[in-house]
């Protein structure tokens, strides 16, 4: 189904750079539901992220460690971004390696974070080809979406890796969504409209909650981010706040805003706020674009739920890892994301003869929390409470085994 890039078969693509792959073991063959259109013109605009290499990230993880551990005298005592920002901003060094790089190849158009380790930078798709030799760029549509992304690995030179991680927009597709009404198989479809007269009256009850139970302290705040065709319509919310009023409805629950419509009436009374990439540049990772938000925003929601997920051996370990130090920066800020396990089991990657279990990222990161599925024996009533077979599971093929989960 896809293939490593091996650095030494990246050479022989890439003539005129060698050795120079951030990314080498990133999958850049093109999902096979996007089609490709042609490539684009050497005038249109690309908006790249540049992930600067961060300071003291060995120091982040253990304060994250320290803040989270009830056991700890550093429990609760989250930082602010601010503070984030003074531990891992990028040192001069690197901001000015970067930006001389980038300036050289006359690319001004920059933005930066508060954290200043991300740049997010516009420029021509000629520009961009020869900042980043190998990449070319094509156009890719699926349904009514269409995105820009490079058909063949990119490398910088080699003196700019010990100040770069990735460059976000030139690889990874918009991944689907992951719920239970996106179920890969037909059957696992009407499996799950099955499980839609699990209404929010019928989990409040199975929880105990009653109509006093809801959110009463002001600062309590959660949120929903959604990527892609993933669109919350207020109108599709109210529709289903009446819905749900009286039993059973939950038809609403079948379009989009399944997440914000359930976060609502469990968490109730809670300030919510969406995330939503409606509109955004075409040459951008949707899910990166997110993690840029939280970094350039100082007052954010306490809990973040989000059902997005990629086959981990999809990603390189360039970009996991750095998308690592990410959920870090926002678990030091008190800040719980929470992640959907995928609905594949400990899921399967086919290598011919052995076969691999393929657990999906972010929900195989020891720094989110990740949340599964259960369903009711009977799904329209208050029965037994069960493990959705489909629920997402396995280990990280990556990521050692976190020291907290040593001894479970
Ligand atoms: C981060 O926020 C600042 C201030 O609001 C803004 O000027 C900047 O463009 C933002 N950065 C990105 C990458 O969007
Ligand atoms: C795509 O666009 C067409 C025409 O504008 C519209 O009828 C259709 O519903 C759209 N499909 C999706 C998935 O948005
Ligand atoms: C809800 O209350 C019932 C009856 O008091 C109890 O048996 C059950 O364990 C409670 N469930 C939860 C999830 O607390
Ligand atoms: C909802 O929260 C607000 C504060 O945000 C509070 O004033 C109000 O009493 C709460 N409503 C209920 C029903 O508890
Ligand atoms: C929320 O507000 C209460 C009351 O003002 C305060 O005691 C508490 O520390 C706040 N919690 C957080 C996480 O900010």
């Avoid at 969504?177 to 696992?188: P, R, V």
Wanted: glycine letters at 8%; proline letters at 5%.
């Amino acid at each position: 189904m896809y293939i490593l890039i091996s650095p030494v078969l990246c050479c022989l693509w890439v003539s005129s750079v060698c050795g120079g792959f951030l990314e080498y073991n990133q999958n850049v063959l093109v999902p096979h539901d996007w089609k490709d259109v042609g490539r684009v013109s050497p005038e249109e605009e690309l908006r790249l992220t540049f992930a600067l290499k961060q300071q003291n990230v060995a120091r982040l993880e253990d304060l994250l460690m320290k803040v989270s551990d009830p056991d700890s005298p550093l429990y609760g005592k989250h930082l602010s971004l601010e503070e984030v920002s003074r531990l891992v901003r990028p040192s001069a060094e690197s901001q000015k390696v970067i930006g001389s790089w980038l300036q050289r190849h006359g690319i001004r158009d920059c933005h930066t974070v508060h954290t200043q380790d991300f740049l997010q930078c516009s420029m021509s798709a000629e520009q961009a080809e020869r900042l980043l030799p190998g990449s070319r760029f094509h156009r890719y549509v699926r349904e009514n979406h269409s995105v820009l992304r490079s058909s063949a690995p990119y490398s910088v030179p080699d003196e700019l890796h010990p100040h770069l991680d990735f460059v976000g927009g030139v690889h990874r597709f918009p991944p689907e969504a992951q719920d239970l009404t996106h179920g890969s198989t037909k059957s696992q479809r009407s499996e799950a409209s099955l499980h839609l007269g699990v209404t929010p009256s019928i989990l409040r009850q199975r929880y105990n909650l009653s109509t006093s139970d809801v959110g009463v302290a002001s600062n309590n705040s959660q949120a929903v981010a959604q990527f892609l065709e993933q669109y919350y319509h207020p109108a599709d919310l109210s529709e289903f706040m009446n819905l749900v009023g009286t039993q059973g409805g939950g038809k609403a629950g079948l379009e989009a805003s399944l997440d914000v419509e359930y976060i609502m009436s469990t968490g109730a009374n809670i300030s919510t706020w969406v995330f939503s990439n409606a509109g955004r540049h075409e040459s951008q990772e949707p899910f990166l674009q997110w993690m840029l938000l939280l970094s350039n925003m100082s007052d954010l929601p306490w809990v973040h739920t989000i059902s997005y997920g990629d086959d981990e051996d999809s990603l390189s370990t360039a970009y996991m890892t750095r998308i690592n130090t990410e959920f870090m920066k926002a678990g030091v800020r008190g800040i719980s994301l929470l992640f959907a396990s995928g609905d594949s089991g400990a899921g399967c990657r086919h290598m011919g003869q052995e076969n691999a279990f393929r657990p999906s990222f972010p929900a195989s990161s020891p720094y989110v929390t990740t949340v599964g599925g259960t369903s009711f024996k009977n799904p329209f009533k208050l029965t037994e409470e069960v493990t959705d077979y489909i629920s997402g599971g396995g280990f990280s093929n990556v990521f050692k085994m976190p020291d907290y989960q040593v001894n479970c």
